[in-house]
T-cell receptor
C-alpha cells in the first residue's frame, strides 16, 4: 500500500454525514480558488471553483465557501459516500500566469 | 478518451541517468504545466507553457528542461538524475491562462524513483 501522505491531517466521517474541509490561503491578491480531489495513485481531479467576487458556489453535493476577510476557504460535501475518500487540496491563483499555489491537503476517510 | 495523458506511469532509474516524461492533451488547450508532488503530497508548479512558449519557470535546477514541440505536448527531460528527484510528476493543461480560461486539468502522474 501507499505509505506517503500519512502525516496529512485526516478528517474521519461516517457514511451519510456531511463533511467540511477547511483551507487557509495566504495571498490577499488571490482571485480564483479551486478544490481538487486526489485518489490514491491518480492525479488531482477538479471538483469545484470559485472566484473572489462570490462567497458561495454550489455543485452536485458540494459547496465551496469563501471568506476573503479571514482568507479562508471551505469545501462542504453532503451525504458523504465511501467514494469520497481521498486527499482534498485547495489551490489559489494570485493572478499573473495562472500559477496555482496548493495547500497541504486533507485526507478524508469515510467509514461505513 | 483520456484528456491529459502521461508516459510512462512508473519510471525507476539509477542516479546520474537522463530520462524523459511525455505529456499529451487532447482538449485543445493552449496552456500546459508540470508539477512535482513530493513524499508529503505537497504539489508545486515547475513550468508552464502557453502555445509552445515558456511562461512560468519556477526555481527548478537547470537539469530539468521542458520541451513543447506543439501546443498539445509538453515533455520533461531530466539530466543527471539525483535521489531528491524521486517524486510524482504531474502534467496539467488549461484552455489558456487568462481569467475564465484558467481551470487546470491534471494527468494521472508519473512516479519517478531514483536509486
Amino acid at each position: 500500500g501507499e505509505s506517503v501522505g500519512l502525516h496529512l491531517p485526516t478528517l474521519s466521517v461516517q457514511e451519510g454525514d456531511n463533511s467540511i474541509i477547511n483551507c487557509a490561503y495566504s495571498n490577499s491578491a488571490s482571485d480564483y480558488f479551486i478544490w481538487y480531489k486526489q485518489e490514491s495513485g491518480k492525479g488531482p481531479q477538479f471538483i469545484i471553483d470559485i472566484r473572489s467576487n462570490m462567497d458561495k458556489r454550489q455543485g452536485q453535493r458540494v459547496t465551496v465557501l469563501l471568506n476573503k476577510t479571514v482568507k479562508h476557504l471551505s469545501l462542504q460535501i453532503a451525504a458523504t459516500q465511501p467514494g469520497d475518500s481521498a486527499v482534498y487540496f485547495c489551490a489559489e491563483n494570485p493572478g499573473g500566469y495562472n500559477k496555482l499555489i496548493f495547500g497541504a491537503g486533507t485526507r478524508l476517510a469515510v467509514h461505513p | 478518451d483520456t484528456a491529459v495523458s502521461q508516459t510512462p506511469k512508473y519510471l525507476v532509474t539509477q542516479m546520474g541517468n537522463d530520462k524523459s516524461i511525455k505529456c499529451e492533451q487532447n482538449l485543445g488547450h493552449d496552456t500546459m504545466y508540470w508539477y512535482k508532488q513530493d513524499s508529503k503530497k505537497f504539489l508545486k508548479i515547475m513550468f508552464s507553457y502557453n502555445n509552445k512558449e515558456l511562461i512560468i519557470n519556477e526555481t527548478v535546477p537547470n537539469r530539468f528542461s521542458p520541451k513543447s514541440p506543439d501546443k498539445a505536448h509538453l515533455n520533461l527531460h531530466i539530466n543527471s538524475l539525483e535521489l531528491g528527484d524521486s517524486a510524482v510528476y504531474f502534467c496539467a493543461s488549461s484552455p489558456s491562462f487568462g481569467r475564465d480560461e484558467d481551470t487546470q486539468y491534471f494527468g494521472p502522474g508519473t512516479r519517478l524513483t531514483v536509486l
